[in-house]
C-alpha cells in the first residue's frame, strides 16, 4: 500500500463539498401559526424535494425541516446517480426472488431516467452529467460472480458488458480480475438538485417551514394533526416522513439499521485519466471504494463504510478514513495525485436488501414514510415521489410491494 495520500494543513475536514455551492437558497418561513394543508412533507432533504416537487402539482404542501432546508445526509451524497442497486440483481434474486429482483433493478433504471427528465425539464442547474459506470470485481463479489451478474442483468435488457481483466488493463489501467461497464448513469450536485426542486414546489405553492421539529403525528379518521416544536399545530390529510437516517419517533423501521461513511474530494483540476470524466467508478468490496469527478475537475472519493452509527462524528477517523481513501485510490489508479481538499462524514442508511421501504405506516394510510435509502438514495427518492403521488392520487403503484414497509 502506497503512503502517499497528501492531506493539506488546511484540509476543510467535516465540511462537505456541497456546502459551499453557489444557488443553495430555498424560501423558509418560521412556523408561528396554525397550518391546515392537503399534504405534510417532514425533511427538506432531496427526498422532500422530490416528494414536494412531485405533488405540489395538484396538492396544497407543507415542507417542515428541523434545520434548514438541505441540511440532513443530502449534503453529505456524493451523488453517484445510479440504476445499479448496491446487492447485485444475482444476489436480490435469492432473497426476494427473481421476479421481484429483476422489477427493483428495471424500476431503478427508468427512475434514473425519470430524474434526468424531471431536472432537465424543470431547467435545474446541478452540473447534471450522463455518466457510465465501472463495477470492478471485488473481495465480496469475483470474477465469476461478476460475470453472471453481466448475464442476469443482459438478460433483462439492461446495458451492461463483462470486461475482462486484460481489457480492463488496456482500456482504463485499472488491474483487476474483470469488471462491468455500463451505460445510463447520472451524477450531479445534491444540494443544488434538492435547492432547484424546492424553489419549483415553491413556485407551485408549496412552503418550506424551518425550523420547525416535528414532535408526533397523531392520526384521527379527517386527517393527521403534527405537533411540533413550535407550539402550533400543522394539520393535514396525508403525512410523508422524509426523514433520511433520522427515523421519524412511532414509526417502525424493520430491518432498516443506520451506519456512518466517509468522502473525500481532491482539489480543483486534477490531473486524472481521461476516461474518468464520464464515469461512475465503483468495486464489489466491503467494505467498499467508489469515486467520479465533479464538475470543476475534483475527484470524489467515498466509501470506508463501518456498521455504526454514530463513527461519522469522531474527527480523529475522519482524518484516517480519508487518508485510507486516498491511500486506496492512488493503488488502484497509480499515478493519481490525489490533494485532498475537502474531507466529511455523515450517517449513512442500510437494509436487508438494499431496498428502501416506501409506504404507509397507518391503517388508513395517512402517514406514509421513505426509510433505508442506502447507496442509491437518490435514486430511491425518485421512485419514493411516484410511489407515494399514485397512492395519494388513488393509482396504486405496481412497484409499490418492493418497497412495502
Ligand atoms: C457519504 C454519503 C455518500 C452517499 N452517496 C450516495 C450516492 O453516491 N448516490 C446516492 O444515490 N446516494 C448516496 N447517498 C445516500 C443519499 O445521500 C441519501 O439517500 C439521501 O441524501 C437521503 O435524502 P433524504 O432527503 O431522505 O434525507 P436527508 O437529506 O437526511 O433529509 C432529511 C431531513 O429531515 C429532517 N428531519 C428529520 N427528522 C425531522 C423531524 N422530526 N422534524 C423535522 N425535520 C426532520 C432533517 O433535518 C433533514 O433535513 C450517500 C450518503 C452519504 C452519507
Redesign the pocket.
Given at each position: 500500500m502506497t503512503t502517499s495520500a497528501t492531506i493539506k494543513r488546511d484540509l476543510r475536514t467535516g465540511r462537505s463539498l456541497w456546502a459551499d455551492s453557489a444557488g443553495l437558497g430555498v424560501p423558509i418561513k418560521p412556523l408561528t401559526q396554525a397550518l391546515s394543508v392537503d399534504v405534510a412533507v417532514?425533511?427538506?432533504?432531496?427526498?422532500?424535494?422530490f416528494m414536494a416537487h412531485e405533488l405540489s402539482r395538484d396538492h396544497s404542501v407543507a415542507v417542515?425541516?428541523?434545520?434548514r432546508?438541505?441540511?440532513?445526509?443530502?449534503?453529505?451524497?456524493?451523488?453517484?446517480?445510479?440504476w445499479e442497486i448496491d446487492l447485485p440483481l444475482t444476489e436480490l434474486a435469492e432473497r426476494i426472488g427473481t421476479a421481484k429482483a429483476r422489477r427493483a433493478w428495471l424500476r431503478s433504471f427508468d427512475a434514473v431516467q425519470a430524474l434526468e427528465k424531471i431536472v432537465t425539464d424543470e431547467g435545474i442547474r446541478c452540473g447534471l452529467a450522463r455518466k457510465r459506470s465501472l463495477y470492478l470485481a471485488g473481495d465480496a463479489y469475483g470474477r465469476r460472480a461478476l460475470e453472471a451478474e453481466t448475464v442476469a442483468r443482459a438478460a433483462i435488457g439492461l446495458d451492461s458488458r463483462w470486461l475482462k481483466a486484460a481489457d480492463l488493463r488496456d482500456q482504463f489501467g485499472v488491474d483487476r480480475t474483470g469488471a462491468i461497464l455500463s451505460t445510463g448513469s447520472l451524477s450531479g450536485d445534491?444540494a443544488q438538485m434538492?435547492a432547484g426542486l424546492l424553489r419549483r414546489a415553491e413556485k407551485n405553492g408549496a412552503k418550506i417551514w424551518s425550523p420547525?421539529?416535528?414532535?408526533e403525528a397523531l392520526v384521527d379518521p379527517d386527517g393527521v394533526t403534527l405537533v411540533t416544536d413550535a407550539g402550533v399545530p400543522v394539520r393535514a390529510e396525508r403525512v410523508v416522513f422524509?426523514?433520511?437516517?433520522?427515523f421519524?419517533?412511532g414509526v417502525p423501521t424493520p430491518g432498516a439499521s443506520v451506519a456512518s461513511?466517509?468522502?473525500v474530494a481532491s482539489k480543483s483540476r486534477t490531473p486524472c485519466p481521461s476516461w474518468l470524466k464520464d464515469m461512475l467508478v465503483w468495486e464489489a468490496s466491503d467494505p467498499y471504494l467508489?469515486m467520479r469527478m465533479g464538475r470543476d475537475g475534483r475527484l470524489i472519493v467515498?466509501g470506508e463504510d463501518e456498521a455504526s452509527a454514530t463513527a461519522h462524528e469522531d474527527p480523529d477517523k475522519l482524518k484516517r478514513k480519508c487518508r485510507a481513501l486516498v491511500e486506496k485510490l492512488e493503488t488502484l489508479l497509480p499515478g493519481v495525485e490525489f490533494e485532498a481538499d475537502y474531507a466529511?462524514?455523515?450517517?449513512?442508511?442500510e437494509s436487508v436488501t438494499g431496498l428502501p421501504q416506501i409506504g404507509p405506516v397507518d391503517p388508513d394510510g395517512r402517514i406514509h414514510a421513505?426509510m433505508g435509502?442506502?447507496?442509491?438514495?437518490?435514486?430511491?427518492?425518485v421512485i419514493a415521489s411516484q410511489i407515494v403521488a399514485g397512492a395519494l392520487r388513488g393509482r396504486p403503484d405496481p412497484d409499490a410491494d418492493l418497497y412495502r414497509v
Amino acid at each position: 500500500m502506497t503512503t502517499s495520500a497528501t492531506i493539506k494543513r488546511d484540509l476543510r475536514t467535516g465540511r462537505s463539498l456541497w456546502a459551499d455551492s453557489a444557488g443553495l437558497g430555498v424560501p423558509i418561513k418560521p412556523l408561528t401559526q396554525a397550518l391546515s394543508v392537503d399534504v405534510a412533507v417532514v425533511g427538506a432533504g432531496i427526498s422532500g424535494a422530490f416528494m414536494a416537487h412531485e405533488l405540489s402539482r395538484d396538492h396544497s404542501v407543507a415542507v417542515l425541516d428541523r434545520r434548514r432546508p438541505l441540511m440532513g445526509s443530502t449534503l453529505a451524497s456524493t451523488a453517484m446517480l445510479q440504476w445499479e442497486i448496491d446487492l447485485p440483481l444475482t444476489e436480490l434474486a435469492e432473497r426476494i426472488g427473481t421476479a421481484k429482483a429483476r422489477r427493483a433493478w428495471l424500476r431503478s433504471f427508468d427512475a434514473v431516467q425519470a430524474l434526468e427528465k424531471i431536472v432537465t425539464d424543470e431547467g435545474i442547474r446541478c452540473g447534471l452529467a450522463r455518466k457510465r459506470s465501472l463495477y470492478l470485481a471485488g473481495d465480496a463479489y469475483g470474477r465469476r460472480a461478476l460475470e453472471a451478474e453481466t448475464v442476469a442483468r443482459a438478460a433483462i435488457g439492461l446495458d451492461s458488458r463483462w470486461l475482462k481483466a486484460a481489457d480492463l488493463r488496456d482500456q482504463f489501467g485499472v488491474d483487476r480480475t474483470g469488471a462491468i461497464l455500463s451505460t445510463g448513469s447520472l451524477s450531479g450536485d445534491p444540494a443544488q438538485m434538492a435547492a432547484g426542486l424546492l424553489r419549483r414546489a415553491e413556485k407551485n405553492g408549496a412552503k418550506i417551514w424551518s425550523p420547525v421539529e416535528v414532535e408526533e403525528a397523531l392520526v384521527d379518521p379527517d386527517g393527521v394533526t403534527l405537533v411540533t416544536d413550535a407550539g402550533v399545530p400543522v394539520r393535514a390529510e396525508r403525512v410523508v416522513f422524509c426523514c433520511g437516517y433520522e427515523f421519524p419517533k412511532g414509526v417502525p423501521t424493520p430491518g432498516a439499521s443506520v451506519a456512518s461513511s466517509w468522502a473525500v474530494a481532491s482539489k480543483s483540476r486534477t490531473p486524472c485519466p481521461s476516461w474518468l470524466k464520464d464515469m461512475l467508478v465503483w468495486e464489489a468490496s466491503d467494505p467498499y471504494l467508489y469515486m467520479r469527478m465533479g464538475r470543476d475537475g475534483r475527484l470524489i472519493v467515498g466509501g470506508e463504510d463501518e456498521a455504526s452509527a454514530t463513527a461519522h462524528e469522531d474527527p480523529d477517523k475522519l482524518k484516517r478514513k480519508c487518508r485510507a481513501l486516498v491511500e486506496k485510490l492512488e493503488t488502484l489508479l497509480p499515478g493519481v495525485e490525489f490533494e485532498a481538499d475537502y474531507a466529511w462524514a455523515a450517517a449513512f442508511g442500510e437494509s436487508v436488501t438494499g431496498l428502501p421501504q416506501i409506504g404507509p405506516v397507518d391503517p388508513d394510510g395517512r402517514i406514509h414514510a421513505v426509510m433505508g435509502v442506502g447507496g442509491n438514495g437518490i435514486t430511491y427518492s425518485v421512485i419514493a415521489s411516484q410511489i407515494v403521488a399514485g397512492a395519494l392520487r388513488g393509482r396504486p403503484d405496481p412497484d409499490a410491494d418492493l418497497y412495502r414497509v
